[in-house]
């Protein structure tokens, strides 16, 4: 079943700006930093905790969080996706894929709570 809360999303409209201010000034460490399927993808956290902060940049997202493309505000990662999908569609839940899409770092699929927020599920690739 779900296992951690992944990554949570900050929208930013400069992410080395923001990498410096987070990095820099606030003292989190740099942790992943690649051009994604849908823009650069790039990531903070405090050391030694398990959960990431996206510096999602608003450009990527064309000014909306919303919008396809851009993650969810809030990621959360499972051992297993698509055991966990089956699982969670089976309770009701709406998501914006037929089934989980595969990606170079993993599986990823987006829900939909009852407000419209987008809560994205994550399963990391195998390195």
Do not use: C
């Not at 951690?4 to 003292?27: H, K, P, S, W």
């Amino acid at each position: 079943m779900l296992s951690n809360i992944m990554y949570v999303t900050v929208y930013v409209t400069d992410q080395d700006r923001a990498l410096d201010f987070y990095t820099e000034a606030l003292g989190l460490e740099k942790r992943l930093d690649f051009p994604g399927p849908d823009g650069r993808f790039l990531t903070v956290g405090v050391p030694d905790s398990p959960v990431q902060i996206i510096l999602w940049s608003h450009a990527a997202a064309a000014g909306q969080p919303g919008d396809a493309g851009a993650p969810g505000p809030l990621i959360l990662e499972s051992d297993d996706l698509r055991k966990d999908f089956a699982t969670l569609r089976g309770r009701g839940v709406v998501f914006e894929e037929s089934e989980p899409q595969e990606y170079p770092f993993g599986l990823r699929i987006e829900a939909v709570d009852p407000d419209g927020n987008r809560v994205s599920l994550r399963q990391p690739g195998q390195p």
